[in-house]
């Protein structure tokens, strides 16, 4: 079929990120597929991934680590999508823990002694090593698709889409490790959960522009992940205890940066300083922020600033939360792990979504109907509508509903990207199947 009869039977071109002209199917169900477009069967197959880490500790110590371990102890039967599977579990295992212990964040410490005292050191030891299993099973799952030549689109959405989960799993841990409270630091954990996930959104807007994933010298997945690594480790030998004193503040900021500080911010600083969670929260926020900025600038003077509106689904889930929390404070505090798993399966489904779109040189709807019910929650809380009871209930009933969706859209989705690659999701080894066999 030629490009010219494409558009007269409904499909319409599109220019992606390279300044390829692509075609777009609007026909959903193409050859029994729900979430396959004509146009996606035609490009996975094509597609080739691209990417950079820039980063010195991967490209010098990480990356010949995943070497030595995928050439010497990976078995050639396991599939890539084993691997990473198997790292998203250990973080799976990891959250589970410390959720146990934290239920409700930092608000969950009411031992007898100290902030913090009553969760074992264990707990963040383990918490601290499964991060760092979890980093070189990452690295190792895209060396050994290459070394087994089963690199796939599968294999890269499989990787980004637990990449994508465990971000609050990694937050989350981070915010309990540093002694963070929904009730009494609302706003420094809004910034430790959101900020990483926007940092992922961004960085795969861009790839979806520019066909290319270009990671700088330090980032999340290197860096980020041994810092957070580094923090559970420290509360492990010092306790949380270490995170809500002020002595950083007392011996390096208050002497040295805040008599050049303007009084505007000055008066912001609280009377009795600022803690080494605050400090460690803020200089994350300023480094993923200049990141973030760079990338929108640089997609935007590029292939112009109409593409901006691909991020207005990241910037309404942000947007709607700050809202909904400046109307009832007491919201994230009565439900920090509902609200923390509702803001990841939105973003984990918003992210996802473009990168299929970008292997499938499909144009990304920044319209998403899952958030939706986030629209409403906040219309009906301004209203003062619903009791509290109610706010929880809706809450736990869309956090529930969002992971139940995502869950059979993975499952569909990983079906029909396999049935148009001829592959299997966690088998390298057996063929698939052709037509006569699979009728048979």
Same mark, same amino acid.
Request: a negative charge; one cysteine or more; proline letters at 5%.
């Given at each position: 079929?030629?490009?010219?009869?494409?558009?007269?039977?409904?499909?319409?071109?599109?220019?992606?990120?390279? =300044?390829? +002209?692509?075609?777009? #199917?609007?026909?959903?169900?193409?050859? $029994?597929?729900?979430?396959?477009?004509? /146009? &996606?069967?035609?490009?996975?197959?094509?597609?080739?991934?691209?990417?950079?880490?820039?980063?010195?500790?991967?490209?010098?110590?990480?990356?010949?680590?995943?070497?030595?371990?995928?050439?010497?102890?990976?078995?050639?039967?396991?599939?890539?999508?084993?691997?990473?599977?198997?790292?998203?579990?250990?973080?799976?295992?990891?959250?589970?823990?410390?959720?146990?212990?934290?239920?409700?964040?930092?608000?969950?410490?009411?031992?007898?002694?100290?902030?913090?005292?009553?969760?074992?050191?264990?707990?963040?030891?383990?918490?601290?090593?499964?991060?760092?299993?979890?980093?070189?099973?990452?690295?190792?799952?895209?060396?050994?698709?290459?070394?087994?030549?089963?690199?796939?689109?599968?294999?890269?959405?499989?990787?980004? =889409?637990? +990449?994508?989960?465990? #971000?609050?799993?990694?937050?989350?841990? $981070?915010?309990?490790?540093?002694?963070? /409270? &929904?009730?009494?630091?609302?706003?420094?954990?809004?910034?430790?959960?959101?900020?990483?996930?926007?940092?992922?959104?961004?960085?795969?807007?861009?790839?979806?522009?520019?066909?290319?994933?270009?990671?700088?010298?330090?980032?999340?997945?290197?860096?980020?992940?041994?810092?957070?690594?580094?923090?559970?480790?420290?509360?492990?030998?010092?306790?949380?205890?270490?995170?809500?004193?002020?002595?950083?503040?007392?011996?390096?900021?208050?002497?040295?940066?805040?008599?050049?500080?303007?009084?505007?911010?000055?008066?912001?600083?609280?009377?009795?300083?600022?803690?080494?969670?605050?400090?460690?929260?803020?200089?994350?926020?300023?480094?993923?922020?200049?990141?973030?900025?760079?990338?929108?600038?640089?997609?935007?003077?590029?292939?112009?600033?109409?593409?901006?509106?691909?991020?207005?689904?990241?910037?309404?889930?942000?947007?709607?939360?700050?809202?909904?929390?400046?109307?009832?404070?007491?919201?994230?505090?009565?439900?920090?792990?509902?609200?923390?798993?509702?803001?990841?399966?939105?973003?984990?489904?918003?992210?996802?979504?473009?990168?299929?779109?970008?292997?499938?040189?499909?144009?990304?709807?920044?319209?998403?109907?899952?958030?939706?019910?986030?629209?409403?929650?906040?219309?009906?809380?301004?209203?003062?509508?619903?009791?509290?009871?109610?706010?929880?209930?809706?809450?736990?009933?869309?956090?529930?509903?969002?992971?139940?969706?995502?869950?059979?859209?993975?499952?569909?989705?990983?079906?029909?990207?396999?049935?148009?690659?001829?592959?299997?999701?966690?088998?390298?080894?057996?063929?698939?199947?052709?037509?006569?066999?699979?009728?048979?």
């Amino acid at each position: 079929m030629t490009a010219s009869s494409k558009v007269q039977n409904g499909a319409k071109p599109h220019q992606n990120g390279n =300044g390829v +002209d692509c075609e777009i #199917s609007d026909q959903r169900g193409y050859r $029994g597929y729900y979430y396959m477009t004509e /146009s &996606a069967a035609d490009a996975l197959p094509k597609f080739k991934y691209s990417g950079e880490d820039c980063s010195l500790i991967y490209k010098h110590i990480l990356s010949p680590l995943a070497n030595y371990l995928v050439h010497n102890w990976t078995p050639k039967t396991i599939a890539p999508n084993t691997i990473t599977i198997v790292a998203l579990l250990h973080m799976v295992a990891s959250y589970g823990l410390v959720w146990f212990y934290c239920p409700k964040l930092a608000d969950s410490l009411t031992g007898d002694g100290e902030e913090g005292t009553n969760v074992p050191g264990f707990v963040f030891l383990f918490s601290c090593v499964t991060m760092l299993i979890y980093q070189t099973l990452d690295n190792m799952d895209g060396k050994h698709a290459v070394r087994m030549k089963a690199a796939s689109p599968l294999g890269l959405l499989f990787d980004h =889409g637990c +990449d994508a989960v465990n #971000s609050v799993f990694g937050s989350a841990n $981070g915010v309990c490790a540093l002694g963070l /409270s &929904a009730s009494r630091d609302p706003v420094a954990v809004f910034v430790s959960v959101i900020f990483p996930m926007a940092t992922f959104y961004v960085a795969t807007w861009e790839e979806y522009h520019t066909g290319h994933l270009l990671l700088p010298i330090i980032n999340g997945p290197t860096e980020g992940l041994i810092i957070g690594a580094m923090v559970s480790l420290s509360t492990c030998l010092y306790g949380q205890a270490f995170w809500l004193q002020t002595n950083w503040y007392e011996q390096a900021i208050e002497p040295i940066l805040v008599p050049y500080l303007p009084s505007f911010v000055t008066t912001i600083i609280p009377e009795q300083g600022l803690r080494n969670a605050d400090l460690f929260t803020i200089i994350c926020a300023i480094s993923v922020s200049q990141e973030m900025v760079i990338k929108t600038v640089s997609v935007g003077r590029k292939y112009g600033f109409r593409q901006l509106f691909a991020l207005l689904p990241l910037l309404f889930l942000s947007g709607v939360s700050i809202w909904i929390g400046h109307m009832d404070p007491d919201i994230f505090a009565r439900n920090p792990r509902v609200v923390l798993h509702l803001w990841s399966a939105l973003f984990v489904e918003m992210v996802t979504q473009l990168m299929f779109d970008h292997m499938a040189k499909d144009k990304f709807n920044s319209f998403r109907l899952v958030l939706i019910p986030l629209a409403i929650f906040a219309v009906m809380v301004h209203e003062n509508t619903l009791s509290y009871q109610q706010e929880n209930e809706y809450l736990l009933i869309y956090s529930t509903t969002m992971w139940v969706f995502l869950i059979f859209k993975f499952r569909i989705i990983t079906h029909e990207i396999c049935h148009v690659l001829k592959i299997h999701c966690f088998d390298i080894v057996t063929p698939f199947p052709s037509g006569k066999e699979k009728s048979s």
